[in-house]
T-cell receptor
Framework: DTAVSQTPKYLVTQMGNDKSIKCEQN?????MYWYKQDSKKFLKIMFS???????INETVPNRFSPKSPDKAHLNLHINSLELGDSAVYFC?????????????FGNGTRLTVT | AQKVTQAQTEISVVEKEDVTLDCVYE???????LFWYKQPPSGELVFLIR??????QNEISGRYSWNFQKSTSSFNFTITASQVVDSAVYFC?????????????FGKGITLSVRP
């Protein structure tokens, strides 16, 4: 069973479109995250949610809107996509605040904006 | 503010060589966690180790070993007798113990290529 699963794995779309990435974890973790990995492989946190509550919002443009319907799911909706949004987006979860347990990452969603 | 520096960007070795990946971190906090993650060519991020700031014991897991030295703010990772399957990008990361706002700060990663 996949612990943290995200869909889709690849997403190719045009500038200006709106798209969503879904993430689900079956580990029973309380905290979920979105990280962005740019073309230079640099990983940076975007958001974290703890029990459906937004905890970290790391100065991400408000075109990005995370939604957590329950603690097992954290989706990412992106409006008006721009070329610079092209990246790999990783969902992750942890058993509590991150220092308590290591992050378990999904396999990533490669977003390409043309 | 916290920072993780992985000064090496790319390392290439021949199979069976030993290789050390360097990690230097900066934080004013006295309590924190350090991590290493591996990202193979398939793209997933694989957790390797977590070490808290109070535990300076070195750790060995098979061919992998980690050397944590608070005096030099370093948390280096050594692969002994490297194999082609070790080829990946390796990330060092730091997390402060500050409650629900804890987040991982990653270094820029080291691309390791192991040639047969």
């Amino acid at each position: 069973d996949t612990a943290v699963s995200q869909t889709p794995k690849y997403l190719v779309t045009q500038m200006g479109n709106d798209k969503s990435i879904k993430c689900e974890q079956n580990l029973g973790h309380d905290t979920m995250y979105w990280y962005k990995q740019d073309s230079k492989k640099f990983l940076k946190i975007m958001f974290s949610y703890n029990n459906k509550e937004l905890i970290i919002n790391e100065t991400v443009p408000n075109r990005f809107s995370p939604k957590s319907p329950d603690k097992a799911h954290l989706n990412l909706h992106i409006n008006s996509l721009e070329l610079g949004d092209s990246a790999v987006y990783f969902c992750a979860s942890s058993g509590g605040t991150v220092y308590n347990s290591p992050l378990h990452f999904g396999n990533g969603t490669r977003l390409t904006v043309t | 503010a916290q920072k993780v520096t992985q000064a090496q960007t790319e390392i290439s070795v021949v199979e069976k060589e030993d290789v050390t990946l360097d990690c230097v971190y900066e934080t004013r906090d006295t309590t924190y966690y350090l991590f290493w993650y591996k990202q193979p060519p398939s793209g997933e991020l694989v957790f390797l180790i977590r070490r808290n700031s109070f535990d300076e014991q070195n750790e060995i897991s098979g061919r992998y070993s980690w050397n944590f030295q608070k005096s030099t703010s370093s948390f280096n990772f050594t692969i002994t007798a490297s194999q082609v399957v070790d080829s990946a990008v390796y990330f060092c990361a730091l997390s402060l113990i500050t409650g629900a706002n804890s987040k991982l700060t990653f270094g820029k990663g080291i691309t390791l290529s192991v040639r047969p």
